[in-house]
């Protein structure tokens, strides 16, 4: 069963998130800021990383950077996250390394969908 870590400061989101994947079969970690993000991910060796963009001094796009940068994380899948109108993610996803971005809302079958893909 493959563990997806979700990195998000806003934990009714990481909470909702998270039972959608649940329902879809996968294990779940979170994490609420992205040192913790970052230190989950070097632990626990995610099969997959999804991290909200907006989470104050440090945002998502540095956050996947860090993992992009090291060895034990380079590999692992990151999927760029967020709900900020005229935001240009793909771009954005672009520069940092992340494998995907989603805009919010999300739908859960289109999460559920990019993460399977991702992991396929």
Same mark, same amino acid.
């Given at each position: 069963? @493959?563990? *997806?870590?979700?990195?998000?400061?806003?934990?009714?989101?990481? $909470?909702?998130?998270? !039972?959608?994947?649940? @329902?879809?079969?996968? @294990?779940? $970690?979170?994490? +609420? =800021?992205?040192?913790?993000?970052?230190? +989950?991910?070097?632990?626990?060796?995610? %099969?997959?990383? *999804? =991290?909200?963009?907006?989470?104050?001094?440090? @945002?998502? !796009?540095?956050?996947?950077? +860090?993992?992009?940068?090291?060895?034990? =994380?380079?590999?692992?899948?990151?999927?760029?996250?967020?709900? =900020?109108? %005229?935001? %240009?993610?793909?771009? *954005?996803?672009?520069?940092?390394?992340?494998?995907?971005?989603? !805009?919010?809302? *999300?739908?859960?079958?289109?999460?559920? $969908?990019?993460? $399977?893909?991702?992991?396929?």
């Amino acid at each position: 069963m @493959n563990t *997806i870590l979700i990195i998000d400061d806003d934990p009714q989101v990481g $909470r909702l998130v998270g !039972a959608v994947l649940r @329902n879809a079969g996968f @294990n779940v $970690r979170f994490a +609420q =800021t992205p040192v913790d993000g970052i230190h +989950q991910a070097m632990e626990a060796r995610p %099969d997959l990383i *999804i =991290t909200d963009y907006e989470m104050g001094d440090v @945002n998502g !796009a540095d956050v996947c950077v +860090q993992l992009k940068s090291r060895t034990e =994380t380079k590999d692992v899948p990151v999927v760029l996250v967020s709900g =900020t109108p %005229d935001f %240009d993610g793909k771009e *954005i996803a672009g520069f940092t390394g992340a494998d995907a971005f989603l !805009a919010k809302p *999300i739908s859960s079958s289109g999460l559920v $969908r990019k993460v $399977r893909e991702l992991l396929a």
